[in-house]
């Protein structure tokens, strides 16, 4: 299996319409990389297929023999035995136990059903309670073995509005030649959100919070990343969303949640999932072009409908800073969809040229437009529906969620759950995709319950442990003098 750039090989500016002559990588050349070179995203050069054989011989697997047989598809360049003992050392009751349903930890996503046709795929019961501990758990064990076999290092440096920098914390903490520096901004996170990670006392774990918003971290990232003798020197890298074995660890729970909700391969499903990044509905997606009897792929955002927006009008407008809202669903405030340049790939027929083109117009803070195209036309033929929801609407879903079925959802599993409503059909059952336990946005329940949500055993009081946290200016400066003072090179 190898893997090529959206945007084929920019060096060779003559490639027509012949997809992607691009120098081809293997799993572990990309692992450790963020965007290809030419500016593009890694996918695989085409979807390895799943046969009904295949299928039927993979429901009845536990999640770390199924994530073994999806990811086998994708990774040939780390011996079997060994991927075999990383995914089993990944996918764990003991890793993913912050389960409320208790006896059924050992499923690790437990499927859970509101009424007959209606179900919410736990995704959430890794140790930050986020969904992003599905791929990042996995990730950190990926790492510590592809750099201890090249004896290498890597200090990943990141920003974080809550969830992604949490659970890269927890999944790199301990693991050799991994250093975590983490910014966030100063006193804008959830108590428990801030408690979760500046408690953490790993000695490979460092939390920096800037006397600023998310995005002046944000741009220290990107100012310290393009600084390339610098980058170099002290082996900066990152995880974020765009991270090919991130999406790909994804896929595996779209299969788990399939067979959880089916009785045999020749039914149908819907998936709801609240949407960001697209990082999570791209693995969706892929899921489906490998053959998974995916019927409808219900795409939901929040007030930031930028996505929205394209699935109904073919517009794909990303706003400014100025022009994203800061809502009560917060890992959802995305107004530039990083993985959504996958998706346009295959939509385009995986021509290289057309995506350079449209990217050419986003990167340059434009807008593309595909209505009256051959593309928008094709996009029923991929299973999306979308739609959107706002604060209102995240209240009453939690409300009505609870009333009705006494189960407590999240802002962002509620934002799925109010679209997945509406566009649910008596054909198939709708699975709503959980990414986060409500304890992580208890004000919101607060407001929207009268109540606050349960907290999982072992987070009682985590407010009160000693935290370990550096505070700084908004100082590219001062941030690189932190890295040069705790990394020996
Ligand atoms: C990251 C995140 C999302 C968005 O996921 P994407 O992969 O970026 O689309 C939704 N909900 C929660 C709780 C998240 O942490």
Known sequence: ??????????SNSSVSAVPAASPSKTFTEILLAGLAPDGGLYLPETYPQVSRLELDAWR????????????????????????KALVDKTYTAKVYCN???????????????????????????????????MAMQLLGNLFEYVLDKKSEQINILGATSGDTGSAAEYAMRGKHGVRV??????????????????????ENIYNIAVRGMFDDAQDIVKAVSNDHAFKAKYKIGAVNSINWARVVAQ????????????????????????SGNFGNICAGH?????GLPIGKLVMATNENDVLDEFFRTGVYRPRGTAETHATSSPSMDISKASNFERFVFDLVGRDPVVVRDLWAKVDAGGSFDLSGTAYFSALSKFGFVSGSSTHADRLATIRSTYEKYGVMVDTH??????VALELRCVEMPMIVLETALPIKFEETIVEALGRSP????????????????AVMDVDVDAVKQFVRDHVDV
Do not use: C, H
Request: hydrophobic share 40%.
């Open 1 to 10: 299996m190898r893997y090529l750039s959206t945007r084929g090989d920019s």
């Open 60 to 83: 009845g697997l536990s999640y770390a023999d199924l994530a073994y047989a999806v990811l086998s598809k994708f990774i040939d360049d780390i011996p079997p035995a060994d991927l």
């Open 99 to 133: 389960g409320r349903t208790g006896g059924n930890a050992a499923d690790i996503t437990p499927l859970r059903w509101l009424e007959p046709g209606l179900g919410i795929l736990e995704l959430s019961n890794g140790p930050t309670l986020a969904f992003k501990d």
């Open 181 to 202: 520096f983490m910014l966030s901004p100063d006193g804008r996170m959830s108590a428990f959100q801030r408690a979760q990670m500046y408690s953490l006392q790993d």
């Open 251 to 274: 896929i595996v729970y779209y299969f788990k949640g399939y067979f959880a909700a089916t009785k045999s391969n020749d039914e149908q499903v819907a998936f709801a999932v609240p």
């Open 286 to 290: 892929i899921a489906r072009m490998m």
């Open 413 to 418: 599993t509620a934002d799925g759950l109010k």
């Open 454 to 469: 349960e907290r999982p055993a072992g987070f009682e009081g985590i407010e009160q442990l000693p935290q370990r946290v």
